[in-house]
């Protein structure tokens, strides 16, 4: 197995086990239940052109407004944010004292969010493409607001319940 596969099977992994497989989980609960029928939707991609010039896209993800694509921007955004707070918490860090600094500040949590990040590096360019490679504006914002409400909930239950 060449590098590249590995990467490519490394980063499949990631985005299918938070979007697809969750999906389906709902799904199969939902149709136990009774309440859904069974609907199959594929993101496309573009292929190559027959006349040529449209080399530079081959490959390249496009996307609509399915919901498989909501998780996955969801938890580029949770990542994203957890980055923030980790370069913004070493900022304030004070280097006298760095041996007892060090256990706090969070740099394993930093390079595993790093690592997120670069998995669906696929999303991260469909949020700032254009077009039909870019990420639908109403999936953006129904994913910015999800993060936002999670890591809100988060950090409300971090604190100790006599705190807040």
Request: aromatic fraction near 18%; charge should be positive; hydrophobic fraction near 50%.
């Amino acid at each position: 197995m060449s590098l590249r596969m590995w990467w490519n099977l490394q980063k499949m992994g990631r985005v299918t086990s938070m979007t697809a497989w969750l999906f389906g989980f709902l799904n199969v609960m939902l149709k136990l239940v009774g309440l859904s029928k069974s609907v199959f939707e594929i993101t496309q991609k573009e292929y190559k052109s027959i006349d040529g010039d449209d080399d530079n896209n081959v490959g390249r993800f496009t996307y609509n407004t399915s919901p498989m694509i909501i998780p996955g921007v969801f938890i580029l955004f949770v990542n994203m944010i957890a980055l923030v707070n980790g370069v913004l918490r070493l900022l304030k860090v004070d280097y006298n004292d760095i041996w007892m600094e060090v256990l706090g500040l969070g740099l394993g949590e930093m390079f595993c969010s790093v690592w997120v990040m670069v998995c669906f590096w696929e999303f991260l360019k469909g949020l700032f493409g254009n077009g039909k490679y870019g990420i639908p504006y109403p999936s953006i914002w129904k994913s910015g607001v999800l993060a936002f409400f999670f890591v809100h909930l988060c950090r409300s239950f971090s604190q100790p319940f006599w705190i807040r």
